[in-house]
């Protein structure tokens, strides 16, 4: 267990519909990293926020959004979903503020767009 | 812009066998941090090593161990004496010292571990 959380661990929605994945760091963590995994694309940097602030952006889409909560957990808002979107979508952590620091992952969270 | 390509897209072997995980990377930085980790069959992600490009030091912890060579821009790893429980994916990542610190993954190796 590396001790993020992720929540919900499965979810099917329907295209055109907006879902929020949570993300729940390791205790004393303050960055939070979001990564989407599909086949098409491979393992993708989203986006990293580094106690409650953006920290670097990768290839995430307009239609999704993502912030840090005083209390370091994070949310994952996806938009206008359109089946292409159906990925696992993982959460990861780490002390400090740079990627190179090694990284805790969560179990993900598959979303299945139908 | 970066690369990382991870040829071998799966690699079956039998218990105990060695097997060494190919990672060729492209990038102009000149600082850089390269990574491995392992996706077992239960989907998490898995950190294993991170190395930086101003140690070329090779690494052995256990039954794994990493080839960094900057001349080939390589960083490769070797299981030794493979066991089932090695069975997954494997992933090599770079991430630049700079700018972007966007990292790219590559495309994964998956192993198979045969009893």
């Known amino acids: ?114 | 812009a970066q690369k990382v390509t991870q040829a071998q897209t799966e690699i079956s072997v039998v218990e105990k066998e060695d097997v060494t995980l190919d990672c060729v990377y492209e990038t102009r930085d000149t600082t850089y941090y390269l990574f491995w980790y392992k996706q077992p069959p239960s989907g998490e992600l898995v950190f294993l090593i991170r190395r930086n490009s101003f140690d070329e030091q090779n690494e052995i912890s256990g039954r794994y161990s990493w080839n960094f060579q900057k001349s080939t821009s390589s960083f490769n790893f070797t299981i030794t004496a493979s066991q089932v429980v090695d069975s997954a994916v494997y992933f090599c990542a770079l991430r630049p010292g700079g700018g972007s610190y966007i990292p790219t993954f590559g495309r994964g190796t998956s192993l198979i571990v045969h009893p």
């Open chain 1, 1 to 114: 267990d590396s001790g993020v959380t992720q929540t919900p661990k499965h979810l099917i929605t329907a295209t055109g519909q907006r879902v929020t994945l949570r993300c729940s760091p390791r205790s004393g963590d303050l960055s939070v990293y979001w990564y989407q995994q599909s086949l098409d694309q491979g393992l993708q940097f989203l986006i990293q926020y580094y106690n409650g602030e953006e920290r670097a952006k990768g290839n995430i889409l307009e239609r999704f959004s993502a912030q840090q909560f005083p209390d370091l957990h994070s949310e994952l808002n996806l938009s206008s979903l359109e089946l292409g979107d159906s990925a696992l979508y993982f959460c990861a952590s780490s002390v400090a503020g740079q990627l190179n620091t090694e990284a805790f992952f969560g179990q993900g969270t598959r979303l299945t767009v139908v």
